[in-house]
């Protein structure tokens, strides 16, 4: 059974809004490319983290400069749609924009992915990182394999599923070598996989291999069955720990499906996701609860308060929980973020 290495461990993530209105940081191209601006950008956001919300443990490695090879403070998904011929467009506040491809169907060769500009560009950053600090560190978010598809090809996607499924299961295929090949390298240097994809991984002593799923939430669990599921088992075998990341309202649905994998160790659970019904299907899973950053911020703290304590009863194993909430927003109060974690805490003591 995979357990984390603290209680009901507790993340949150800052929107880049949030650290663009708090700590100046703007999310160019050189904030994840300049191996400088890379080393510089994370500690500046740990020392922030450590003067707002020290005392809840954040910000223990505001005196390290760190090699990190991705940004691990911001939710953002968008290397391997580039390295797949997507284009990307840098924001001062925001994540990276994918712009959709636009492509007929999914016919993708792997290896041009790992010619293409943008992996040959990540990995001069690599080099040049390893080449001065003799190690790398952190990982880079790397989507999922539904969200890149639909990059690529949009709604043509949807109707090739029901018309051509044969190519669609093809190019899932090839997708998901293109995420193996990349994540086994990030790993095999860094020792994680996906801290990118959701911070609460980094409590666990292996590192987990978080599959991000946000796009099920427009298909039916029968064509997840059909066409991702047999990926995530295959994943479930070869990459333990394993879990899907699904930040959408509706992962009940899909928990009867989740519960025919072969393993699954941990699961994001969107915020609006019936917890009880998942624990059913799902007795030996970590459940990582989401909260929901906007409705977050017109909260006051005794329902902030009052709605982890229903969740956390609701996941029905505390040794099995955590709780995070992802894209907090440059309007969220501190006394907000600090009831969170003072919540998690004391629902550690009461057991």
Known sequence: MNRPNQKLPIDIVFHPSWW???AGITFDEDFFYHPKKRVESERHMEQVLYDRFGQYGLGENRNKDLPVIGATHIA???LISEMLGC???YNEDAPPDVLPAGRESLDIEPDAAFKSDAFQRFSKLCEELKTKYGYLTGDVNWGGVLNIALDLCGQNLLLDMLENPDAVHTGFANIA?????FVSGVQSETQTSSISVNRVVR????PVWLHSECSNTMISAEDYEKFILPIDAAWSREQRPFGIHHCGKDPHRFAESYAKLPHLDFLDVGWGGDVKVIRQHLPDTFLNIRLDPVQLNNWSTDEIRETITR??????NS???GVCCINLDQDVKDEQIATIFETVAELRIAG
């Open 177 to 181: 070598e293109v995420i193996t090949r």
């Open 311 to 316: 969740l956390v009863a609701d996941s029905a």
């Open 203 to 206: 409590f666990f002593e292996q």
């Open 319 to 321: 040794e099995l929980t």
């Open 87 to 89: 284009d990307v467009r």
């Open 76 to 78: 953002a998904g968008y």
């Open 20 to 22: 663009h209105a708090h």
